[in-house]
């Protein structure tokens, strides 16, 4: 079974600009979670989608936006880039069907590196 | 969501045992603690998960107290390949990473 799949794998952007990532999850998971990482604040966990709604979210600004489609697929987006934004951004993706939601894991792409210039 | 506290760096020889420690007093009950680790940039993989029992993979094994405030992670064998970011997590609506425990495993 393929992984969690993120494109591009590498993004250069100016202040000011914005910014789509996209997350393919493991295929039969419903669940994609985004996080970032810097070195600075580490692994922060941004928001988490599930069956196309925000299930949960991270303490980060209105800026950091996503959206999660009928397939499963999610994508991130960034406006107004800040050179702060700069960043690992990681996507997960878990099944999360109905009670084993503690015991379920979740499994990381490898990231999409976003410099901000 | 339970916090956790892990040392910030630990040796380990080669071919010794690695026992990495975890503490997550404010756990719930039936919270899971999940292990991860993360090698130089690279997204997480995951290791081993466990409620209250000892586990055991391929990979690792894991140990919890009786109490569950506490956890131990045991990579039997240390490899060179095993240096990276170890990161104890306890299960709730998002996962909370931490600084996790920076592994260097010593030829």
């Known amino acids: 079974k393929a992984g969690v799949t993120q494109t591009p794998r590498y993004l250069i952007k100016t202040r000011g600009q914005q910014v789509t990532l996209s997350c393919s999850p493991i295929s039969g998971h419903r669940s994609v979670s985004w996080y970032q990482q810097t070195p600075g604040q580490g692994l922060q966990f941004l928001f988490e989608y599930f069956s196309e709604t925000q299930r949960n979210k991270g303490n980060f600004p209105g800026r950091f936006s996503g959206r999660q489609f009928s397939n499963s697929r999610s994508e991130m987006n960034v406006s107004t880039l800040e050179l702060g934004d700069s960043a690992l951004y990681l996507c997960a993706s878990r099944v999360l069907a109905g009670d084993t939601l503690l015991t379920d894991t979740q499994y990381f792409g490898p990231g999409t590196r976003l410099t901000v210039l | 969501d339970a916090k956790t506290t892990q040392p910030p760096s630990m040796d380990c020889a080669e071919g010794r045992a690695a026992n990495l420690p975890c503490n997550h007093s404010?756990?719930?009950?039936?919270?899971?603690v999940y292990w991860y680790r993360q090698i130089h940039s690279q997204g997480p993989q995951y290791i081993i998960h466990g409620l209250k029992n000892n586990e055991t993979n391929e990979m690792a094994s894991l140990i919890i107290t009786e109490d569950r405030k506490s956890s131990t992670l045991i990579l039997p064998h240390a490899t060179l390949r095993d240096t990276a970011v170890y990161y104890c997590i306890v299960s709730g609506n998002q996962f909370y990473f931490g600084t996790g425990t920076s592994l260097t495993v010593i030829p």
């Open positions: 404010t756990i719930s009950g039936n919270e899971y």
